[in-house]
């Protein structure tokens, strides 16, 4: 499911989990590459990580940078996408009503994917629509809106049937042609509320959008809020498998920014803000990482496991592993072994 985070996002997962012919497996979300904020209106990721627990589902994105081409977005997004179908994904969802141009665009970028495109929603009465999901209880803010066609002081609101009757004549009670967005605290089939409340409001050209912010603990809270930028970030998990794949191989950050289609500047920036750490450091550990999975398996001498691994001098490899590991690559397998260590 393609996932904004937002009521129509909320209600299409819900009318494929109610349908029998389809399994859902997980949610993408399309972000900024520069501040994880969401392309639509400006929540940050860590919130839609949120609404990913409280539906059960694992959430992936796929980082565009704002200031790219439409050329450019688009082929960012197939990429993004076609990645899907080498898990297994078979269909990919969006919650759009009736805009066609939306639509068409949705089409063109999964058209080589070999993903077939489902829009549950598609062509409802925005009317009836959003009555049915209010009635169902569902809880929502308004977080941004278009200034051509909403004020900016519709901001922050509750959406609910009192905001619906009060847009302007030409305003569809969904916003199905991006007059405004939400944000979901809860839907139908949620395990949990994701409490929020709007804070600042920033206005920029003809948007305008609020912040949201946490509130209070949710209900059923207990998972793990720390995740693993690799297996959330499309772009990530790509430079990810490609270095698994090419260990041996000499690899810096210029280098690899190719894989994730990035100048060699933005791919340190953004690798950086993303994992915490320089690319060459994470590849250090990486490359630690699957030693250790080495020594475990076979026995074959610390000479043999470094070059395995990419380092091409014993010495750097034993120092880097034990910056590491704070042992020696023996020390490690023999404790591994359970035999004892001197």
């Known amino acids: 499911m393609c996932w904004s985070g937002g009521k129509n996002s909320a209600w299409a997962l819900k009318e494929l989990r109610d349908d029998p012919r389809f399994d859902v497996q997980g949610l993408i979300a399309l972000v900024n590459e520069k501040n994880g904020r969401v392309i639509l209106h400006g929540v940050r990721h860590a919130l839609l990580q949120r609404q990913a627990e409280a539906v059960g589902l694992p959430l992936r994105f796929v980082p565009l940078a704002p200031s790219s081409s439409r050329t450019e977005r688009n082929a960012a997004l197939a990429r993004g996408f076609g990645e899907l179908r080498g898990r297994e994904a078979t269909c990919i969802a969006f919650g759009d009503l009736f805009s066609a141009k939306g639509r068409d665009r949705r089409e063109l970028v999964t058209a080589d994917t070999g993903l077939e495109v489902l829009f549950p929603l598609w062509g409802r009465d925005t009317h009836v629509h959003s ?71 920033i206005e920029t050209y003809n948007f305008a959008f609020t912040e949201m912010e946490r509130r209070g603990r949710e209900h059923g809270a207990g998972a793990d809020p720390r995740v693993d930028p690799f297996d959330h970030f499309a772009r990530l998990d790509r430079v990810r498998r490609y270095v698994d794949g090419h260990l041996t191989e ?16 933005g791919f340190s920036r953004y690798f950086r803000e993303h994992v915490g750490t320089t690319f060459t450091s994470w590849l250090v550990r990486r490359r630690v990482e699957h030693a250790c999975r080495l020594l475990r398996e076979n026995s074959a001498p610390a000479r043999r496991i470094a070059e395995a691994v990419g380092f091409h001098s014993e010495r750097t490899f034993r120092r880097s592993f034990h910056q590491q590991m704070d042992c020696s690559p023996s020390e490690y397998r023999k404790r591994w072994l359970g035999e004892p260590v001197d």
Do not use: N
């Not at 939400?182 to 395990?191: D, R, S, Y």
């Open 250 to 265: 000499d690899m810096d950050g210029a280098s690899v920014a190719r894989v994730a289609a990035m100048t060699p500047t």
């Open 131 to 201: 009555t049915e999901m209010l009635e169902a209880g569902l809880s929502a803010w308004v977080c941004s809106v278009d200034t051509d066609s909403l004020p900016a002081d519709r901001l922050g609101r509750r959406y609910d049937a009192v905001f619906a009757a009060s847009l302007p004549v030409g305003v569809d009670p969904c916003g199905g042609d991006d007059e405004f967005h939400t944000f979901v605290e809860w839907a139908p089939g949620w395990g949990r509320r994701v409490r929020v409340q709007p804070t600042r409001s």
